[in-house]
């Protein structure tokens, strides 16, 4: 890809609802969209639960954004990221966004931001992230998976290893499953995975690293019921029940 291709994109950081542990793999997912040539961080940093976000700015190129608690119970934080995501967004010159928060106060944004048909990456613990923002965003990710899978081993491996994660229940089956149900299958009920992960990602809060995997593949030769066939460069998949 060359430099007139890439992408203009945005990064916004809820400093005070997420972990700067968080930024080196979600800078790693957001180089699918594009070039993060905009990333900031909002809250107040005068507060000693923030105070590690002081080496991080620094070492991503992160411009810090200080915003005083001006009023106790109130956040300013929200308001500020809600008001430059919008200047950015009239100004014509961002393609997409990155939101890291686990609040829903975000979901608006998220929404309005898509309806100018700008792609949305929202980034948040899955546990305490409303399903309003996940369903928002074009699409969400679990931000404890991704620094989970930046460990030394990954994440993937030591769930092929021990069957699994725990993470995987009927739900991701039955989306998996009716994604390949709905993809053109062969005479032998084989259909490309790239199709099935397409149809299966029409749904922001699916996407294989939430599961510990970085590849669709990998979380797909891991679960029972699919079977996973390569033919030539190119991977297929068939539900076995």
């Not at 916004?12 to 699918?32: F, H, K, Q, Y």
């Not at 507060?47 to 915003?67: E, M, S, V, Y």
């Not at 797909?220 to 460069?233: A, G, H, I, P, T």
Request: glycine letters at 8%; a neutral charge.
């Amino acid at each position: 890809m060359s430099d007139k291709e890439l992408k203009n994109i945005a990064l916004l950081i809820d400093a005070d609802n997420t972990s700067p542990r968080g930024i080196d793999p979600v800078l790693t997912v957001m180089a699918e969209l594009g070039q993060v040539n905009i990333k900031r961080a909002y809250g107040n940093f005068a507060k000693n639960n923030l105070a590690k976000w002081d080496k991080i700015t620094h070492k991503f190129g992160i411009r810090p954004q200080q915003q005083f608690d001006l009023t106790a119970g109130k956040n300013a934080t929200d308001m500020a990221m809600t008001i430059d995501a919008i200047d950015l967004l009239y100004q014509g010159k961002v393609d997409g966004f990155g939101i890291m928060s686990s609040d829903s106060d975000f979901t608006p944004l998220a929404t309005r931001l898509r309806q100018d048909g700008l792609i949305v990456y929202g980034f948040g613990s899955k546990n305490k992230t409303p399903d309003a923002f996940k369903s928002a965003c074009t699409r969400f990710i679990d931000i404890d998976a991704l620094i989970a899978g930046a460990d030394e081993e990954p994440a993937a491996e030591k769930s092929k290893r021990s069957g699994g994660n725990g993470q995987i229940d009927e739900e991701l089956v039955e989306l998996l499953g009716t994604a390949w149900k709905a993809a053109k299958r062969d005479d032998e009920g084989y259909a490309q995975m790239g199709e099935v992960g397409s149809l299966a990602g029409n749904r922001s809060s699916f996407d294989v690293r939430n599961y510990g995997f970085k590849r669709l593949s990998d979380l797909l030769e891991s679960m029972d019921q699919f079977k996973v066939e390569r033919r030539d460069n190119t991977l297929y998949v068939k539900r076995l029940r």
